[in-house]
Antibody, heavy 122, light 108 residues
């Protein structure tokens, strides 16, 4: 069955760095775009970054542009999020999700991981 | 970016109630809208895509409608396991897939 398992979260000081991983299994990882989404405590879901299936194009929310880098290794079935220059407002649970597009308006994120918590605090 | 608003932001209801949540987009997004259910500590769950298509395995008490800029999610008879926060997401503006602010459904 499809599984997405995030790891790499933890506590980091402001200005620090962290790399999140999302290990995928149960499907052809290289055939799907992937998304990172985060949720701060008491807040809603915020899309953070998206990467196309071949890894050649990446897109970022304005709030993380220039600080975060999304990447993937299709040979290892793993998605990454390198987070630099972290700020307290980056404190959130971070989720990875699989993109599915079956044509027309049938686009959606059908599988999600359980999330990994990133805490930015001194 | 396309902005989404949801109403209400909070809803208190009883088991068996019919519940309707509205999502409005800042511009025409055709039917490129999905709905998710999110419970604390859990992964978000896809309920509806293409505005009105029920995801496989989702109970038929959930339904979606709308197109253009106004959409609704309806739960025909609220069950105890439905108490959660619901989010709409637009997928028209690829790949800036913005979410609505969420609607929390709580027990009355």
């Amino acid at each position: 069955q499809v599984q997405l398992v995030e790891s790499g979260g933890g506590v980091v000081q402001p200005g620090g760095s962290l790399r999140l991983s999302c290990a995928a299994s149960g499907f052809t990882f290289g055939g799907h775009g992937m998304l990172w989404v985060r949720q701060a405590a008491g807040k809603g879901l915020e899309w953070v970054a998206y990467i196309r299936s071949d890894g050649n194009n990446q897109y970022y929310a304005d709030s993380v542009k220039g600080r975060f880098t999304i990447s993937r290794d299709n040979s290892k079935n793993t998605l990454y999020l390198q987070m630099n220059s972290l700020r307290p407002e980056d404190t959130a649970v971070h989720y990875c999700a699989r993109y599915y597009d079956s044509g027309g308006a049938s686009r959606y994120f059908d599988y999600w991981g359980q999330g990994t918590l990133v805490t930015v605090s001194s | 970016d396309i902005q989404l608003t949801q109403s209400p932001s909070f809803l208190s209801a009883s088991v068996g109630d019919r519940v309707t949540i509205t999502c409005r987009a800042s511009q025409d997004i055709s039917s490129y809208l999905a709905w998710y259910q999110h419970k604390p500590g859990k992964a978000p769950k896809l309920l509806i895509y293409a505005a009105s298509t029920l995801q496989s395995g989702v109970p038929s008490r959930f339904s979606g409608s709308g197109s253009g800029t106004e959409f609704t999610l309806t739960i025909s008879s609220l069950q105890p396991e439905d108490f959660a926060t619901y989010y709409c997401q637009q997928l028209n503006d690829y790949p800036r897939f913005t979410f609505g602010p969420g609607t929390k459904v709580d027990i009355k």
